[in-house]
């Protein structure tokens, strides 16, 4: 079964760090780019970054570049984003989702930005 | 930047009525556009992807059209379990995805 799982979100302050994780399985993962889509609470769906299958290529969107590093362990079948600076603003669910098979969604992990 | 708008941005149905949904891409994203269909508490569904073709498992009352710039999702008959948040996806330039705002379909 292709599966993606999500885990590492919690409640952090405002300038704290946090790493998510992203399990895969049920397909190749190493042949296929990676994304983290994020939601605010009650608002819509944003793209946060991309990695390619290699992981020798990384996207950002402007909101979160320098603040947050994407990257992948192919050997573990796991995808990253580390996020620093944390801003109340990064309150969202975090989801990786298979840039190619695009019905590919983890269920969300959820990140809380506050004091 | 390609900036994808949907409208209208909340749409009231009636049951057994149709539906129909629109997405505008600031720019050509040719057919990379697909529909999802989101409920509260759930990640995104894929229902549309390619601009037209029914993902695998979505009813055939889902069909979805354009190219270019203009797309529409259209359901046909409505039923209770499709009243969701439905949203629009260009994919043209991955990684980097661009979302609509997506479109409230609430039970009139």
């Known amino acids: 079964e292709v599966q993606l799982v999500e885990s590492g979100g919690g409640l952090v302050q405002p300038g704290g760090s946090l790493r998510l994780s992203c399990a895969a399985s049920?397909?190749?993962?190493?042949?296929?780019?990676m994304n983290w889509v994020r939601q605010a609470p009650g608002k819509g769906l944003e793209w946060v970054s991309g990695v390619s299958g290699s992981g020798g290529g990384t996207y950002y969107a402007d909101s979160v570049k320098g603040r947050f590093t994407i990257s992948r362990d192919n050997s573990k079948n796991t995808l990253y984003l580390q996020m620093n600076s944390l801003r109340a603003e990064d309150t969202a669910v975090y989801y990786c989702a298979n840039v190619q098979k695009l019905s590919v969604w983890g269920k969300g992990t959820t990140v809380t930005v506050s004091s | 930047e390609i900036v994808m708008t949907q409208s209208p941005a909340a749409l009231s149905v009636s049951p057994g009525e149709r539906a129909t949904l629109s997405c505008r891409a600031s720019?050509?994203?040719?057919?990379?556009l697909a529909w999802y269909q989101q409920k509260p508490g759930q990640a995104p569904r894929l229902l549309i992807y390619?601009?037209?073709t029914r993902a695998t498992g979505i009813p055939a009352r889902f069909s979805g059209s354009g190219s270019g710039t203009e797309f529409t999702l259209t359901i046909s008959s409505l039923q209770s379990e499709d009243f969701a948040v439905y949203y629009c996806?260009?994919?043209?330039?991955?990684?980097?995805?661009?979302f609509g705002q997506g479109t409230k379909v609430e039970i009139k």
């Open positions: 390619g601009a037209s």
């Open positions: 996806l260009q994919y043209n330039n991955w990684p980097q995805w661009t």
């Open positions: 720019q050509s994203v040719s057919s990379n």
């Open positions: 049920g397909f190749t993962f190493s042949s296929y780019a």
